[in-house]
């Protein structure tokens, strides 16, 4: 593709639009210029990031959260509508300033990254990385400031979590008044603060002190799957299996180790045992599988 079809794939702005359950529009490059955006994520993914931010390849949602283990003071607060608050004149000047691109190329790649030449499109890949880059100055400084405090910082895409003595309520209003200086704002309903010994939600995840948890929505979604598979007859019992082990398998990812899961290790590994025979083409009876959940009281 020359320069002239990319300038002229700019003014298009090729997405794919449509509203998911939660209500939020969903804006996704598609065709060539998905292409584009993939292309332009790859060589935007070679520039090192802060430690504190866990939004990124190689780390997950669970490392986010573990990072604030303990018995410390922790609050959480996160960016408003992040990608359409990160405008086209936000994504131009780090172009042009951060990386030092000709003004012409720097207004060309803003068309491209940017829906409608707006803000970043709330369904492209690039959009984390971007959304973080052109606020850099904005981390930066909540990140000397927390450090300031004796605190840990993370930032996971617009969830930002400190923990520590100084994690008080007045050190929270302080990072949202960051993070108004910058032109954004905060939610208050997830603006919140929890004392030492509380559970403490961050990212999915519950912090228990020294542990990870599973949140309820979590229990209630695996228990769900169980039920499935219970009910299910035939090949609809594979796909319920599949959507179970998926459940278990991100608990896991949380909880670590079998012996530390919620629900009884042995169902567990009954459970898994039987995925795998399905997967060799070796079906339970359904009196068989019944009698593994009513085993455990399922």
Known sequence: MD????????SAGIYRVWTNPSGREIQEPVAELKRLHLRIGDLLAKIELPEYVYSQKGRSYVDNARQHLGHTPL??????????????KMVFA?????????????SVLADLCCYEQKHLPTGSSISGRIAFLASKRMFNAIATLAKGKGCKLSVYVDDITVSGQG????????????????????????????PASS???????????????????????????????????????????????????????I?????????ACPQIL????????????KFASN????????????
């Open 75 to 88: 609050f959480k607060t996160d960016i408003q509508k992040f990608y359409p608050s990160t405008t086209r």
């Open 255 to 263: 909880l670590g180790p079998l012996q530390r899961y919620p629900l």
């Open 199 to 253: 559970a403490k939600p961050v990212t999915g995840v519950v912090i228990s002190g020294n542990e990870l948890a599973l949140p309820n929505l979590r229990h209630r979604k695996i228990w769900d799957a169980k039920k499935a598979v219970r009910a299910a007859q035939g090949a609809d019992r594979k796909a319920a299996a599949r959507k179970l082990q998926g459940r278990i398998e991100e608990a896991k990812q």
């Open 270 to 281: 009954e459970i898994e045992a039987g995925l795998l025979e399905a997967d060799a083409g």
């Open 167 to 194: 994690a008080t309520r007045t050190l929270m209003s302080e990072v949202r008044g960051i993070i108004r200086q910058h032109g954004f704002k905060t939610r208050e309903a997830k603006s919140k603060s929890f």
């Open 94 to 106: 780090m172009f042009r300033d951060d990386f030092e691109c000709a003004e012409d190329v720097a």
């Open 287 to 298: 009196d068989e599988v019944n009698a593994v959940f009513a085993k455990y009281g399922a």
């Open 3 to 10: 320069w002239p079809q990319i300038c002229a794939l700019a």
